[in-house]
């Protein structure tokens, strides 16, 4: 690679007067500039860190250098999170305006499971002090959170000197949430809202409206009146002659045995004149299976039905 990128520099062609292409470069964005934490194996001092080497400045004075102590250092980093990475860029001393001899000699590049490793080495680099700053592309992408530069030789006297070590990829999407559950509106029912059309009888689609015997109810389904969408199934009844008058809807679904099984409903109950009789709202299933509303096997549960406001009814 460092023969390729110099021939190219000095205007050379290949044999047929072509020129040869440039070399690969890393793609995406630079993901050591917003990396979250560093470790280091030695810093010459608290002004030559390794968050150093990942401010995006080129300089003498904004560098990771080593305390020169072994020809061997290192250099590791926490991106934040899991990212694919596709490059590296380390630029050396030269790039920063110090002598080409002070450049790093080899080093490699490698991935991890945490700041202290395990380490995978990913390529292995040879620069013989000669260019400023050295281009790894890779063959195939790595995911990871964590990577390093591991100087295996720092050259002249022992001391890395990196200005800026650059990775590149993107940082893996998150997951999808999972989705919400769905509301437990309508569930089983069919039109549990009454949004969805009217019979001819007045009763919303789907549902059967009902009266004990000789009792005048009527039905019409309304959005003067709602609670919670936009239509509302209201049963209009004489005044009773006696305590024993009802009149309702009722539907019959399909379930699987031992379904655990909620019914809910608002009621609202509207006198004409504000009489301030009691009216009794109920709520009834059949759990034999059965589809009258008359059949012994429905069991009823009562409530006090609000005047004027509406009043959540449930039984499990």
Same mark, same amino acid.
């Given at each position: 690679?460092?023969?390729?990128?110099?021939?190219?520099?000095?205007?050379?062609?290949?044999?047929?007067?072509?020129?040869?292409?440039?070399?690969?470069?890393?793609?995406?964005d +630079?993901?050591?500039r917003?990396?979250?934490?560093?470790? !280091?194996?030695?810093?010459? +001092?608290?002004?030559f860190?390794?968050?150093?080497?990942?401010?995006?400045?080129?300089?003498?004075?904004?560098?990771?250098?080593?305390?020169? !102590?072994?020809?061997?250092?290192w250099?590791?980093?926490?991106?934040?999170?899991?990212?694919?990475? +596709?490059?590296?860029?380390?630029?050396?001393?030269?790039?920063?305006?110090?002598?080409?001899?002070?450049?790093?000699? !080899?080093?490699?590049?490698?991935?991890?499971?945490?700041?202290?490793?395990?380490?995978?080495?990913?390529?292995?680099?040879?620069?013989?002090?000669?260019?400023?700053?050295?281009?790894?592309?890779?063959?195939?992408?790595?995911?990871?959170?964590?990577?390093?530069?591991?100087?295996?030789?720092?050259?002249?006297d022992?001391?890395?000197?990196?200005?800026?070590?650059?990775?590149y990829?993107?940082?893996?999407?998150?997951?999808?949430?999972?989705?919400?559950?769905?509301?437990?509106?309508?569930?089983?029912?069919?039109?549990?809202g009454?949004?969805?059309?009217?019979?001819?009888?007045?009763?919303? +689609?789907?549902?059967?409206?009902?009266?004990?015997?000789?009792?005048? =109810?009527?039905f019409?389904?309304?959005?003067?009146?709602?609670?919670?969408?936009?239509?509302?199934?209201?049963?209009?009844?004489?005044?009773?002659?006696?305590?024993d008058?009802f009149?309702?809807?009722?539907?019959?679904?399909?379930?699987? !045995?031992?379904?655990?099984?909620?019914?809910?409903?608002?009621?609202?109950?509207?006198?004409?004149?504000?009489?301030?009789?009691?009216?009794? =709202?109920?709520?009834g299933?059949?759990?034999?299976?059965?589809?009258?509303?008359?059949?012994?096997?429905?069991?009823w549960?009562?409530?006090?039905s609000?005047?004027?406001?509406?009043?959540?009814?449930?039984?499990?």
């Open positions: 690679m460092t023969d390729l990128e110099q021939a190219v520099a000095a205007g050379y062609t290949w044999p047929d007067g072509s020129t040869p292409p440039p070399p690969p470069v890393p793609t995406d +630079n993901l050591a917003d990396a979250v934490a560093w470790s !280091a194996s030695s810093s010459y +001092n608290a002004d860190g390794g968050d150093k080497a990942i401010d995006g400045v080129v300089s003498q004075n904004s560098k990771w250098t080593s305390d020169g !102590a072994s020809a061997t250092s250099l590791a980093l926490d991106l934040g999170s899991v990212a694919t990475v +596709n490059g590296f860029i380390v630029r050396h001393a030269g790039d920063a305006g110090e002598l080409q001899h002070y450049n790093t000699q !080899a080093y490699r590049l490698e991935a991890g499971n945490s700041l202290s490793g395990p380490w995978t080495t990913l390529a292995t680099v040879g620069n013989a002090q000669q260019d400023n700053s050295t281009t790894t592309v890779l063959a195939t992408s790595v995911t990871t959170r964590f990577v390093r530069l591991f100087i295996t030789d720092a050259g002249i022992n001391y890395a000197r990196i200005p800026e070590f650059e990775v990829g993107s940082l893996a999407s998150p997951p999808p949430p999972p989705p919400p559950p769905p509301p437990p509106v309508n569930g089983l029912l069919a039109n549990g009454f949004e969805v059309g009217t019979q001819g009888s007045g009763v919303g +689609n789907a549902w059967t409206g009902y009266a004990s015997s000789g009792y005048g =109810a009527s019409e389904v309304v959005s003067d009146t709602v609670h919670g969408e936009a239509h509302a199934q209201r049963v209009l009844s004489p005044q009773p002659a006696a305590n008058r009149a309702g809807v009722y539907q019959v679904v399909s379930s699987t !045995a031992d379904t655990d099984i909620t019914i809910r409903a608002w009621n609202r109950t509207h006198f004409e004149g504000g009489h301030p009789w009691d009216h009794i =709202a109920r709520l299933i059949d759990r034999s299976g059965g589809t009258s509303h008359t059949s012994g096997s429905v069991e549960f009562e409530f006090d609000a005047k004027d406001s509406w009043h959540l009814l449930e039984l499990e």
